[in-house]
């Protein structure tokens, strides 16, 4: 905001610097008076050479010229001037020959003086002809008031020529005082420019020093002390890597109980003509996803996040959309209803298309008032209430406590045993795009996205590890390297809070480094130097802001395998650009991921010395 007022006053100073001095409606005005003047004096030049035709020459004495004169052409003149015949006199000729006589006097010598500056290659300002003329009349002021023949002359002359002065030192006094005002007002703008200028610097030292108040010492992935390759692996198997039994526990456990749940919850939505609940998937171990649907004749309908959408979303990047829609078929017979089975029908063939019609159905199931489009609020209120009812109908099998964590999140939930151990897993409601893609809710975004879904490409991102693990040496430290990168950002979560980073940057980070590297470089002895790549590409992609999505717009992702066109056809969708839009979250990641630099080689080495502490422990009893 400062930099545009900036370069708004910058503008305005230089044209004022710029435009020319003159006021347009003075310079018009003066050109106007001028042009009016010289007509005049041209009018008087043209009668005063036809007076010289009849005149003696101008060294003559001023009397024989009075005699030479005809009577009529000054009678001519002095009708011009408005006089009656009446009133002309010898006193009013003898004004009207000197008048004529000062302005050819005045005529020949600016001739002359045209004449020279055009030679010197100047020119004349209006001004300068004021000024000479006013000479000129200064010189007959000071003329004997009495004329050739002792008669003193008319007191109109006087006033006359005294108007004459007065209108000259008028217009020399107005050309002086715009000129003053046009200075001051320069200087003035200076003056203003430079104090915006100083305020401008001052602030921007100041956002600097508060920065460098932030971050006291700048923290980069190529300064971190990280332990050699031998020590990572160790450190992986010991504190990082589950071991399979009781990964195989806990899968176990969570996949019996979520069939449980889930069938409680189906029975509460047949009881509420509610959604459909289809079959859960399970992403990981500590991650379930339940697709539903709605109840028929109704459908969903996805739409896409478009470029434009993603301009007017910048805090969900990658987003869609979901339409409630209604099926309708357009011959109403009940042979082509998908739900009739074994009906024979003598007005269709079996082969006939069925002509369905697809129409928006505002304030539906789940839907936000007055709107077609699903409402993630709404969906997230159902879904843990049908929770809650499904875990009423079954919490008398188990002897455990089923809490949710965050209020917020749908399906965040931990599972409190008698015996003290805790298991903390999550049961998502999504809706499926396609077979590898859907959209999911995302907890805590603002009420203007509740129609936003954000989109979820986790299987293809998996394929994608999947292929690419193919084309890698044996035991490959890809996989190491992104479990302790996740490893090291929870423990700083755990520490300082979230942040705008989550674990999905560093696996698209992960994904950008294998499609740039050698395969040859993830070999297990080089744990160490992609584990501080991937820290410093991080690191550059905070500082830039702009960290891409592996998967979308990428053309190089066509060489792995293959993605739908919607995906590829498309431009790269920037994962940091709430980064961008939101200074103070910008902020608050890069400190987050400083603080988590500079706790790494701690972390790890305690990590490790209690590993073997207590391998000793055991060793020895």
Known sequence: ??????????????????????????????????????????????????LDH?????????????????????????????????????????SVLEEVSVTKQYSEEDSADRL??????????????????????????????????????????????DQLQNKTSEKATAA????????????????????????????????????TKHFPAICTAAKVPLPDSDALQRFHSKCIQASPEKKWRDDEFLEGFASDLLDAMRSVCDRNSSMVIEDFQMVDVYNIIIPFSPPDPYHFHCLLWSNQASDLLPDMQVCGQIKLVEKKIQNGCHCQSPDVEDVVCLLHCETEKVQVKMTE??????????????????????????????????????????????????????????????????MNPVVKLNADAHFFVTPGSPNSLDTFWTLSLTNYEDSFLEHISKRLPEN???????????????????????????????????????????????????????????????????????????????????????L????????????????????????????????????????IHDYIDQSIDSSSKGFKS
């Open 361 to 426: 159905v505002c304030d539906g199931l789940l839907c936000m008032k007055n709107s077609p489009f699903l409402s993630k609020s709404q969906v997230t209120r159902w879904f843990q209430s049908t929770i809650k009812q499904g875990w009423a109908q079954i919490s008398h099998k188990y002897e455990f406590e089923l809490n949710i964590r965050y209020i917020d999140a749908p399906g965040a939930f931990v599972v409190r045993f008698r015996s003290g151990k805790k298991i903390s897993f999550s």
């Open 54 to 94: 009849k005149m003696a020459p101008v060294s003559e004495e001023m009397t024989q010229a009075e005699n030479n004169v005809p009577r009529d052409d000054v009678k001519n003149i002095l009708k011009e001037q408005n006089l009656p015949d009446q009133r002309v006199t010898e006193k009013d000729q003898m």
């Open 176 to 211: 002086w005082e715009r000129d003053y005002l046009w200075y001051i007002w320069n200087t003035f703008s200076i003056i203003s420019m430079i104090r915006l200028l100083r305020k401008y610097l001052g602030r921007t030292s100041q956002v600097k020093q508060e920065e």
């Open 476 to 562: 490959s430290c890809h996989r190491q390297t992104l479990e302790i990168a996740h490893f090291l950002h929870k423990r700083q979560t755990a520490l300082s809070g979230s942040s705008a980073l989550k674990d999905f940057h560093f696996k698209t980070a992960l994904m950008h480094l294998l499609l740039t590297k050698d395969p040859s470089q993830w070999k297990p002895s080089f744990a160490a130097c992609r584990l501080r790549d991937l820290l410093e590409f991080m690191g550059k992609s905070l500082e830039k802001k702009l960290l891409h999505h592996v998967l979308i717009g990428n053309p190089l992702t066509r060489k792995v395998f293959e």
């Open 564 to 603: 739908p066109a919607e995906f590829t056809q498309t431009k790269a969708v920037n994962l940091f650009h709430p980064l961008v839009v939101h200074d103070c979250i910008y902020r608050h990641a890069v400190m987050h991921f400083q603080e988590m630099l500079r706790n790494a080689h701690m972390l």
């Open 1 to 50: 905001m400062m930099q545009d007022t900036l370069v708004r006053v910058f503008v305005v100073t230089l044209s004022l610097l710029t435009y020319p001095r003159d006021d347009p409606g003075v310079e018009e005005w003066d050109d106007i008076t001028t042009v009016g003047i010289q007509m005049h004096e041209e009018r008087l030049l043209r009668e005063g050479d036809q």
């Open 116 to 161: 020279q500056n055009s030679r010197s290659g100047h020119e004349t300002s209006p001004v300068d002809h004021e000024q000479k003329r006013e000479d000129i009349q200064t010189d007959d002021s000071f003329r004997d008031p009495i004329g050739p023949q002792g008669q003193q002359e008319n007191p109109k002359d006087f006033n006359s020529k």
